[in-house]
């Protein structure tokens, strides 16, 4: 047993001894004594153990605790605020770009933002058009399969006698004619990598009842119309270059415009509530999302649309569009902090307590060792 239980026991014992008295005696007055006593106060005595190596060795394991304190837990960790992790956001965003496309299988083209955004309403995913392969004129009906030389030379036994000739395909019945298939080795789209995005993103903290946007208050309205997000300079205009948001990821527009890919864009709001509203700024990181450094055989992005008319005669038919972009998905994280006295005074008991700890643990040194 320490030091310190034996001396909590022979309290105990003496309080113990007095109270067995009092009850002999019974009298009045040694009651009165009784409850008097236990509203002193003893305090352990203590002994100075001239040891320079456990000194040495207190005073060290003393600094070592109080810099924890200070430095990890109240600088670093800013363990006397209260912490908001549950941040509340909203963003909305809003593309602007013109281009023209001629290819000598869809002819010319004008592409404006409700032609390539998809979806158009401006929402936290949208994708963006960069290439594309449009089969036109699709009507129900039978019609022969398209078929490429490799499945030519693997499939020659399942040729088909039609009117009297071996085609080397088969007839289906499906939309014809067939998808074409053949993509542009160039994105056609490939002025898109001038187009510009508006991210407008709002984040609220409830518990502190803070709010914040990524825009500048100010009174010109100008400036959105002619700033462009940089930074250093221009931190909070939230208008983007398509091409830098790819170029920041570590690739190049005009490649991944061909395939498609998908794209993360990360805004990261740290905020410390016991500084200016003004040091709460957003952070912004981009990433390539749909490949990585050991696997690309399975990157792009691509899908497909149709878009249904009827003829004269009230005949349906449709063009189909399988089309190539780039897939950007905005995610929002926060933190925020204030200071608290709940939090303080814990991280001061953990000092405290560590402190006591170790000189308990050199109490039994000195006394049994």
Same mark, same amino acid.
């Not at 449009?134 to 009906?141: F, K």
């Not at 499939?155 to 040729?159: G, I, K, L, V, W």
């Not at 909070?236 to 415009?257: E, K, N």
């Not at 005669?313 to 926060?334: A, P």
């Given at each position: 047993m320490s030091a310190g239980g034996l001396a909590a026991a022979a309290a105990c014992l003496s309080v113990l001894s007095v109270f067995l008295t009092r009850a002999h005696s019974g009298g009045m007055a040694g009651w009165g004594l009784f409850f008097v006593s236990l509203l002193n106060y003893k305090t352990e005595k203590y002994v100075i153990a001239e040891n320079r190596r456990i000194g040495i060795l207190f005073r060290l394991y003393q600094l070592a605790v109080l810099g924890y304190i200070i430095g990890w837990v109240f600088v670093v960790r800013k363990g006397y605020q209260e912490r908001e992790e549950a941040v509340q956001t909203s963003v909305i965003t809003k593309l602007k770009g013109v281009t023209l496309t001629n290819s000598s299988e869809t002819g010319l083209h004008l592409w404006s933002a409700e032609d390539y955004v998809i979806p158009p309403n401006g929402e936290q995913v949208f994708f963006i058009v960069t290439n594309y392969i449009?089969?036109? $004129?699709?009507?129900?009906? &039978? /019609?022969?399969?398209?078929?490429?030389?490799e499945w030519d030379e693997s499939?020659?036994?399942?040729?088909i006698l039609i009117s009297e000739q071996f085609t080397g395909t088969c007839e289906i019945n499906a939309w014809c004619p067939v998808e074409y298939s053949k993509r542009p080795s160039e994105p056609l789209l490939s002025d898109a990598e001038n187009f510009t995005i508006y991210i407008k993103n709002f984040i609220r903290f409830p518990k502190f009842e803070f709010s914040k946007s990524n825009v500048l208050e100010t009174s010109d309205d100008s400036y959105l119309k002619r700033c462009?997000?940089?930074r250093e300079m221009h931190p909070?205009?939230?208008?983007?270059?398509?091409?830098?948001?790819?170029?920041?990821?570590?690739?190049? &527009?005009?490649?991944?415009?061909v395939k498609g890919?998908?794209?993360?864009?990360?805004?990261?709001? $740290? /905020?410390?509530?016991?500084?200016?509203?003004?040091?709460?700024?957003?952070?912004?990181? &981009?990433?390539?999302?749909?490949? $990585?450094?050991?696997?690309?055989?399975?990157?792009?992005y691509n899908f497909r649309y149709a878009r249904y008319f009827k003829d004269q005669? +009230?005949?349906?038919?449709?063009?189909?569009?399988?089309?190539?972009?780039?897939? &950007?998905?905005?995610? #929002? $994280? +926060?933190q925020a902090g204030k200071f608290n006295i709940?939090?303080?005074?814990?991280? #001061?008991?953990?000092?405290?307590?560590?402190? +006591?700890?170790?000189?308990?643990?050199?109490?039994?040194?000195?006394?049994?060792?």
């Open positions: 449009e089969t036109p $004129n699709q009507r129900l009906g &039978f /019609c022969s399969e398209v078929s490429t030389p499939h020659q036994q399942f040729s462009s997000y940089d909070y205009c939230p208008i983007f270059r398509l091409g830098d948001l790819v170029s920041w990821t570590g690739h190049d &527009f005009q490649d991944m415009a890919g998908s794209v993360g864009v990360l805004i990261e709001w $740290n /905020c410390d509530l016991d500084k200016d509203s003004s040091r709460c700024n957003p952070q912004y990181s &981009f990433t390539r999302l749909d490949m $990585n450094l050991n696997n690309s055989v399975t990157s792009g005669n +009230g005949e349906t038919y449709r063009t189909l569009y399988k089309v190539y972009g780039i897939r &950007f998905d905005i995610m #929002i $994280n +926060g709940v939090p303080t005074l814990i991280a #001061i008991g953990s000092g405290v307590a560590l402190l +006591g700890a170790v000189s308990n643990l050199l109490k039994y040194y000195v006394v049994y060792v």
